[in-house]
């Protein structure tokens, strides 16, 4: 069975950080882009980050730029997400996506993605 599975999140304070893990069963993500969103409630899903396959070329919304870094390391066939300075507008349930394709990842529309976890809250509060 092919699937993504996010772990990593919780409770931080502000200014904290938080490592989120995508590990996939049933595939090799090698070849695969990996893009993280996320949903706060009310809100609609926003691209946060992604990772393009072959290069590991990234890309980051304006809204976390300089604060997450996106990084694969396939030998354990996972994407990590390291979220520092945290702040209480990043709080939302956050998924990692993937898309069989090269194309950069930046350039990718969500309904590309074939394989999506079920998602892992983070709340970012004092």
């Known amino acids: 069975q092919m699937q993504l599975v996010e772990s990593g999140g919780g409770l931080v304070q502000p200014g904290g950080s938080l490592r989120l893990s995508c590990a996939a069963s049933?595939?090799?993500?090698?070849?695969?882009?990996i893009s993280w969103f996320r949903q706060a409630p009310g809100k609609e899903r926003e691209g946060v980050s992604c990772?393009?396959?072959?290069?590991?070329?990234?890309n980051y919304s304006d809204s976390v730029k300089g604060r997450f870094t996106v990084s694969r390391d396939n030998a354990k066939n996972a994407v990590f997400l390291q979220m520092n300075s945290l702040k209480p507008e990043d709080t939302a349930v956050y998924y990692c996506?993937?898309?069989?394709?090269?194309?950069?990842?930046?350039?990718?529309?969500?309904?590309?993605?074939?394989?999506w976890g079920q998602g892992t809250q983070v709340t970012v509060s004092s």
């Open positions: 049933g595939f090799t993500l090698d070849y695969y882009a």
């Open positions: 990772i393009s396959s072959g290069d590991d070329s990234t």
């Open positions: 996506a993937a898309a069989y394709t090269d194309t950069w990842c930046g350039a990718l529309d969500p309904n590309e993605h074939e394989y």
